[in-house]
């Protein structure tokens, strides 16, 4: 019986420290709230992969790169110059059409709304000696090479240039017409030294 009176008054002695605890207990205003909102977990430590992974994810990597090289190499060499072979070259003639600045005189074939073609590119253009035939605006004629260190040439729009196209006409005359006299999109290539010499002849 005496046992059954220890362990109530163990009992009663336990149940009043509780209670005091529980009395001493000071609960924060925003409990409840930070409850409700959910656990906060720290953030988390960032791991680094192991060394087995990472060499594998670097010899996969690698392995990639050697085969996009590969495939680019086997492109170059299947769609690449062949040993010997020249880079296209320009065409031998480009069609030009010849172009007047001045508006009232397109329409018109006469003498006064011709152009001249030159024969000395590096000479004075309207000097009278040096022309070899004329022609109109709206006419075509084949361009065979040009220069751009001719004589410097302005048309009546304010154009100028220093190109100037061996050019024939379609009548078989040949002569230089001047940059500012067409309004060419086309690459045309660089007269040779023989070029010019042959057509001053």
Known sequence: MSSDLSREQTAELVRARLAEAEDSVVVPPDLWQRMRAGPVYPPRRRSWPRPAAL??????GLGAAVA???VAAGAWWLAGPRPG???????????LTVYNAERACRPLRVIECSLHLAA???GVY????????????GDTVTARCVIGDGTLLTDES?????????VTTEDGTQGWLPGARTRNTVEVRLCTED????AAR
């Open 120 to 122: 000395d590119p590096y």
């Open 68 to 70: 996009v090289a590969a």
């Open 126 to 137: 309207a000097e009278p000696g040096n022309h070899t035939g004329r022609v109109w605006h």
């Open 158 to 166: 304010g154009v100028s240039s220093r190109r100037w196209y061996l």
């Open 85 to 95: 072979t020249a880079p296209a070259a320009a065409p031998e003639t480009v069609p």
């Open 195 to 198: 070029e010019i010499a042959a």
């Open 55 to 60: 060499a594998a994810s670097l010899a996969a």
